[in-house]
C-alpha cells in the first residue's frame, strides 16, 4: 500500500517537475507553454 | 570457416533487406533533373509573361516548395495579388511599397521588409523573414523572371494583371 | 611470409613521412593559388573520363574514407577511456582488452591514410576547378592538416608500441597521456576537414559571385562547422564501439574454450554499451545540425526533410528501429549471465511490445505517392488515420518512448545479478517507475498537444523538452540506482553464458551502422544539388543530377560489403600476425 502511495506521489512530483521543465526549454525558444493561436 | 560463412551470409541478407526496401518497397522517386540555364526569351505578351511566371514559380523558382499547405512554413500564395492590397494598409507594415504590385516585388526581393505575422524565422519574434532575395543565388531569378511571378500571382488571385511584359520607364521607377 | 615486426614499423613511418610531404606539397600549392570568383563552368570544363563515373568514383573514395576515419577516431577514443578505468580500478583485464582494441586496429589507420589520398587524388582529377577554387580559399588549412597527421602518427607508434614499456607508476600516466595526444591529434585531422566539406553546403566568407573575403576563420566556422563536428565526434563513438562489438561477437561464436568465451563476451558487451550510451545524445546533435540547415538555407531544410528526401528518413526510421531492436534483444539475452536474470524475463514481452509499436510508428509516412485515382479513394493525399503518425511530432514521441524502454532493459539486466538491499528499496524502485510513467505522460503530451493543436514552430520546439525529459529520467534513475544498490545482494553472474544468436544482433548492429552512415552520408551531400558549392559555384558536369533513393542504396550497400570485407582482412590480419609471432 505504502509502495504504491510512493509510486502516485512520484509520478505527481516529477509530473510536476517535467511541467517546469517544458515551460522553461519553450520560453527559451520565444514559445509560450499555452498556445494562443 | 563454418563460423565466417553463416556471419557473412547474415550481413549479407541484412544489406539484401535494406537494399530490397529502399529499392522496391519506398516510392521510386526521381529528383528533378538540374534546371537548365536557359536563356529567358522576354515575352512579347501578358499571356506568355504569366506562363513564364507559373513555369518558374514551379520549378527554378522553388516558391511551391515552401508555399504550400503541407510544408507549413510560408503564407499560401492563391490569392497573394488580393491580399497584397491589405498588407501594406495594416498597421505592422512598415516596408516601402505603395500598391499591391510593389508590395510583390519587395516581397520577392526584401522578404524581411515585412514578416508577415507567425512566419519568421524561429527566434526573430517576426522581424526576419527565413525566404532570402530570390535574385540570390541560389535561386538567381532575374528581373524578367520577377516580373513574370508577380504577373502570375495577379493572374490566379483573378485580378487585372498590371506588370507589362517588357520594363517601361513606369514600372522601372515605381521599383 | 609474414613480415615481421620491426620491418612493418619502418613500412609505415616511411608511408607516414610520404603522406605528410604529400600534404606539404598540396598546401604550397594551395597557399599560391590567386583570390577568384568562384567559376562558372561549363560540360567541357571537367577533364574526360574514359568511361569512369566520376561522381561515383568520389563518392566510393569518401565514403571508405570516411567509414575508416570513423573507426580510427572511435578506437583511440575507447582505448584511452578503457585504459584509463584500468588504472583507476587496477584491473589489468581493462588494459588488456585496451591494448587488443588497439592492435587488432592499427592497420585501419594505413587504410584511412590510403583512402584519404585516393580521396584527394580522385578529386584534384576529376574536379580540378572546383578544387582549384576550394585551394585557393583554404589554402592554409591544408598546413594545419599535414601537421595533425605528422602529429598523430607519431602518438599512435608511441602509444602502441610503448604499451609495455610504459606500463607502470609515473609512466603509465605518460603513456595516457600519449593517448591524448592521439585522440587530439585525430580530432583535430577531423574538424580541419570538416570546414572544407561544410564549407561546400553552408558556404561562408564569400560573396554571392564566390569571392572569398580573406577571413579564413569564417569560411571554417560557418553555419555547419559545430553541428559537423559535435555530430561526427558523437556518431564516430558509436560506431566504433559497433565494429569492435563486431568483432567480439565473431570471436565469442568461434571461441575455443569457456574462457574465451567469458573474454569475448565481457568485450563485446563493454564495446556495445558504449556504442548503445553513445547512441542516446546523437538525435540532439542530428536537431542541431538539421536546425542549422534551415536557419542557412530555408529551401535546403525542406528539401532535406519535407521535399524529395522525406522517405529516405523513413527508410532512416527501418535503420533505427532495427538497432533499437537487436540492442534490446541484446540486453534481454543479457538476464541469463545473472541467475535473477528469469524474473524479468516476463517484462521483456511488454517492452518488446512497445518498442514494436514506436517502431511502426516511426515507420509510417506521411507524403503518399498515390495515383489520382488512389487519392480519391483514400480522400486526399494522406491516409485520414495514419497520415498524422507521419508527422514529425509523432516520430518525436516514438523515439523518445522507445529510448526510455531501451534504457528500462539495461536497468533490468544490471539487476539480474543484484538485489537492493537497502531498507528504502521499496521506495527507489516506486520513484523509479514514478519517474519513467510522468515521463511517458509528458513526452505523450508534448508530442499530441504541440504536435496536432498549433503551429509549424511549436511542433519542433517541442523536441526539445522531449529529449530533456529522456535523459533526465536516464539521469535520475542511474543516481537512484547507484544509491540503492549499494551493498546489493549479488548473485553468480558469468560472462559467456550468452545464446549463439545474441551476438548476431550485436553484428546486425554493425552492419546498419555502416549501412546509415552511408545513407546520411547520401542525403548531406544529395542536398546540395546542382551544386558544387552551394549557391556560389554550379555543378556543370553530366553527373550534376540528384540521385534517387533507390541509387544511392545500391551504392551504399556495395560500399559496405567491400568496407567490411576490408574490415574482416585487417581482423584476420591481426590474429594472423599475432600468431605468426607465437610460433
Given amino acids: 500500500m505504502k509502495t504504491v502511495l510512493a509510486f502516485i506521489i512520484s509520478i505527481a512530483g516529477f509530473g510536476a517537475l517535467f511541467f517546469i521543465i517544458d515551460v522553461i526549454l519553450l520560453n527559451a525558444q520565444g514559445l509560450s507553454f499555452i498556445f494562443r493561436g | 570457416m563454418n563460423n565466417f560463412l553463416k556471419v557473412a551470409a547474415f550481413s549479407l541478407a541484412v544489406i539484401g533487406l535494406y537494399t530490397f526496401y529502399s529499392v522496391w518497397v519506398i516510392p521510386p522517386i526521381n529528383p528533378e533533373a538540374p534546371p537548365k540555364e536557359a536563356v529567358v526569351e522576354e515575352p512579347a505578351t501578358v499571356d506568355e509573361l504569366v506562363e513564364l511566371g507559373e513555369s518558374v514559380y514551379n520549378g527554378k523558382g522553388a516558391c511551391s516548395l515552401c508555399h504550400t499547405a503541407a510544408a507549413g512554413r510560408a503564407p499560401l500564395l492563391e490569392r497573394a495579388a488580393v491580399i497584397a492590397g491589405q498588407r501594406i494598409k495594416e498597421p505592422g507594415y512598415k516596408g516601402n511599397a505603395t500598391h499591391a504590385e510593389g508590395y510583390l516585388y519587395e516581397s520577392l526581393v526584401n522578404p524581411s521588409a515585412y514578416v508577415v505575422p507567425g512566419f519568421g524565422a524561429s527566434g526573430s519574434a517576426d522581424k526576419v523573414s527565413p525566404m532570402l532575395d530570390v535574385r540570390g543565388s541560389s535561386i538567381g531569378l532575374n528581373e524578367t523572371e520577377i516580373r513574370a511571378i508577380i504577373a502570375y500571382l495577379q493572374s490566379i488571385s483573378g485580378v487585372e494583371v498590371t506588370i507589362a511584359p517588357a520594363p517601361t520607364e513606369e514600372t522601372k521607377a515605381k521599383e | ?583
Avoid at chain 3, 567541357?44 to 566510393?60: C, E, F, I, Q, S
Avoid at chain 3, 552511408?518 to 546540395?528: H, W
Wanted: aromatic share 16%.
Fill in chain 3, 1 to 583: 611470409m609474414a613480415l615481421s615486426n620491426k620491418r612493418l614499423s619502418i613500412i609505415k613511418v616511411v608511408f607516414s613521412l610520404s603522406f605528410f610531404a604529400f600534404l606539404l606539397a598540396v598546401y604550397f600549392f594551395a597557399s599560391g593559388q590567386p583570390v577568384v570568383s568562384a567559376p562558372v563552368l561549363g560540360a567541357l570544363d571537367y577533364p574526360a573520363t574514359h568511361g569512369v563515373n566520376r561522381r561515383l568514383a568520389v563518392w566510393m573514395a569518401a565514403q571508405m574514407h570516411l567509414w575508416f576515419a570513423a573507426f580510427v577516431l572511435a578506437v583511440p577514443i575507447l582505448v584511452l577511456i578503457l585504459e584509463f578505468i584500468g588504472v583507476i580500478k587496477k584491473d589489468k583485464r581493462y588494459d588488456r582488452v585496451a591494448c587488443e582494441f588497439l592492435r587488432v586496429s592499427i592497420t585501419a589507420f594505413s587504410l584511412t591514410a590510403i583512402t584519404g589520398a585516393l580521396l584527394l587524388l580522385s578529386l584534384i582529377v576529376f574536379y580540378p576547378q572546383l578544387m582549384k577554387y576550394l585551394a585557393s580559399i583554404f589554402g592554409p588549412t591544408a598546413l594545419f592538416y599535414a601537421l595533425f597527421f605528422l602529429f598523430e602518427s607519431a602518438t599512435l607508434y608511441a602509444y602502441y608500441y610503448g604499451w609495455g614499456r610504459m606500463s607502470e607508476g609515473s609512466l603509465k600516466w605518460v603513456h595516457l597521456l600519449i593517448g591524448l595526444g592521439l585522440n587530439t591529434a585525430g580530432t583535430g585531422l577531423m574538424f580541419v576537414a570538416n570546414a572544407w566539406v561544410t564549407f561546400m553546403m553552408t558556404p561562408a566568407g564569400v560573396d554571392v559571385s564566390g569571392v572569398f573575403n580573406g577571413n579564413l576563420w569564417e569560411a571554417v566556422n560557418n553555419h555547419l562547422w559545430s553541428p559537423m563536428n559535435l555530430h561526427r565526434f558523437i556518431a564516430n563513438i558509436a560506431y566504433g564501439g559497433s565494429i569492435v562489438g563486431a568483432y567480439a561477437a565473431y570471436r565469442y561464436l568461434s571461441a575455443a574454450n569457456e574462457k574465451e568465451r567469458a573474454h569475448y563476451d565481457w568485450m563485446g558487451y563493454t564495446s556495445s554499451l558504449i556504442a548503445i550510451g553513445a547512441l542516446l545524445p546523437l538525435p540532439f546533435a542530428g536537431y542541431w545540425l538539421t536546425a542549422e540547415i534551415y536557419s542557412y538555407s530555408q529551401q535546403m531544410g525542406i528539401t532535406l526533410m519535407g521535399g524529395v528526401f522525406a522517405w529516405l528518413f523513413i527508410v532512416q526510421a527501418v535503420l533505427i528501429g532495427a538497432l533499437f531492436l537487436a540492442a534490446n534483444y541484446y540486453l534481454w539475452c543479457g538476464f541469463g549471465r545473472g541467475s535473477y536474470g528469469e524474473r524479468y524475463l516476463g517484462y521483456v514481452k511488454y517492452i518488446a511490445f512497445v518498442i514494436a509499436i514506436c517502431f511502426l510508428v516511426w515507420f509510417t509516412p506521411h507524403t503518399l505517392i498515390l495515383t489520382p485515382t488512389e487519392a480519391r479513394a483514400l480522400g486526399g493525399q494522406y491516409h485520414p488515420y495514419l497520415g498524422p503518425l507521419g508527422l514529425m511530432p509523432a516520430k518525436n514521441t516514438a523515439v523518445n518512448i522507445m529510448l526510455l524502454f531501451t534504457f528500462l532493459s539495461f536497468l533490468l539486466y544490471r539487476r539480474s545479478h543484484r538485489t537492493p538491499t537497502v531498507a528504502w528499496a521499496a521506495y527507489g524502485k516506486a520513484a523509479q517507475a514514478g519517474l519513467f510513467t510522468a515521463a511517458v505522460i509528458n513526452i505523450t503530451f508534448l508530442g499530441v498537444y504541440y504536435g496536432y493543436f498549433t503551429n509549424t514552430l511549436y511542433k519542433v520546439a517541442s523536441s526539445v523538452p522531449q529529449v530533456a525529459t529522456t535523459l533526465f529520467v536516464i539521469v535520475a534513475c542511474l543516481v537512484i540506482e547507484a544509491f540503492m544498490l549499494r551493498g546489493a545482494e549479488r548473485t553468480e553472474f558469468r560472462w559467456g553464458r550468452m545464446p549463439g544468436r545474441s551476438q548476431y544482433a550485436l553484428l546486425l548492429i554493425a552492419v546498419s551502422f555502416t549501412w546509415l552512415m552511408g545513407l546520411m552520408g547520401f542525403v548531406r551531400s544529395a542536398i546540395r544539388q546542382h551544386w558544387h558549392v552551394y549557391g556560389v559555384m554550379r555543378d556543370a558536369s553530366a553527373e550534376a543530377f540528384t540521385p534517387s533513393i533507390a541509387y544511392a542504396a545500391k551504392v551504399v550497400s556495395i560500399g559496405t560489403i567491400i568496407f567490411m570485407s576490408i574490415i574482416v582482412f585487417i581482423f584476420w590480419l591481426s590474429s594472423a600476425g599475432r600468431e605468426a609471432s607465437d610460433e
